[in-house]
């Protein structure tokens, strides 16, 4: 593959939330997730949040025992997600805010204020050999707190762009995406991998995909919603194709 090429993590979330609507087997995120790896997804994202309202302790024993790709386990900083990360050891964990009354990860994780804390926490998993990602804004003061830690990755947070871009609110948007380059391009000076995503849609991807330090983007909602209309395997191939555009 590439040194240019862009990958695609395909978050599946959000089947497990139309499973879990009637709370029986089906739709299986495990079907989708394999069904996306041969669509071409270069991995699989998947939340375990603490109130489990998507994916659950066993989609991620399932995932783990069926992917050819890699997991990306995306997880509070909390004791038991610590546990299971360490159970499973998956390719990479990405450490995320959550809070039980939001809707979706809102912002970006404050490592800054948290900085002793947070090393401590993620000692344990890199030792294990995951690769460990730090969600949050397209903030500088983040992004050094997140190298001084010990992170390897850094995810930016595009939902502020996105909002803003999906609202109309067209300045915001370009000061937004502005942003992310500018510390897309301060976290790979600093040595970081830069990851992105959350709200990326057809529309909001390429600018983003464009940033050449920026090595995967992470998309789920939306694809998970276009395949009711499209079908799961056209959905991300057409995200794939947007994504190899932008790059060229
Ligand atoms: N990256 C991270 C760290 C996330 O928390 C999420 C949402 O779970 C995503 C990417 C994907 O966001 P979306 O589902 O809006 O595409």
């Given at each position: 593959m590439s040194d240019n090429h862009l990958r695609l993590g395909v978050n599946i979330d959000h089947v497990a939330t139309v499973r879990n609507a009637r709370g029986g087997s089906y739709p299986d995120p495990l079907?989708?997730?394999?069904?996306?790896?041969?669509?071409?997804?270069?991995?699989?994202?998947?939340?375990?949040?603490?109130?489990?309202r998507h994916i659950s302790d066993?989609?991620?024993?399932?995932?783990?025992?069926?992917?050819?790709?890699?997991?990306?386990?995306?997880?509070?900083?909390?004791?038991?997600?610590?546990?299971?990360?360490?159970?499973?050891?998956?390719h990479a964990v990405c450490i995320v805010p959550e809070k039980r009354e939001e809707r979706t990860t809102e912002g970006g994780l404050e490592v800054a204020r948290e900085e002793n804390k947070l090393a401590h926490y993620i000692a344990p998993l890199r030792e294990a050999g995951c690769r460990v990602s730090i969600f949050?804004?397209?903030?500088?003061?983040?992004?050094?707190?997140?190298?001084?830690?010990?992170?390897?990755?850094?995810?930016?947070?595009?939902?502020?762009?996105?909002?803003?871009?999906?609202?109309?609110?067209m300045d915001e948007a370009a000061r937004e995406l502005e942003s992310l380059r500018e510390m897309s391009a301060f976290a790979h000076s600093l040595g970081l991998e830069v990851h992105a995503g959350h709200g990326l849609t057809y529309d909001t991807v390429q600018p983003v995909a464009a940033f050449p330090e920026v090595r995967e983007l992470n998309i789920g909602h939306f694809l998970i919603g276009e395949s009711i209309f499209l079908g799961l395997t056209p959905a991300i191939a057409e995200m794939r194709r947007l994504m190899d555009e932008a790059r060229l």
């Open positions: 079907r989708a997730a394999k069904l996306a790896e041969e669509a071409g997804a270069d991995g699989i994202t998947a939340h375990l949040r603490e109130d489990r066993a989609d991620i024993d399932g995932l783990m025992e069926v992917l050819s790709v890699p997991l990306n386990f995306e997880m509070a900083a909390t004791p038991e997600m610590q546990r299971i990360a360490l159970r499973h050891k998956p949050i804004a397209a903030d500088q003061r983040q992004i050094e707190a997140a190298h001084r830690i010990g992170a390897e990755v850094i995810e930016l947070h595009t939902g502020a762009y996105c909002d803003a871009q999906a609202e109309g609110r």
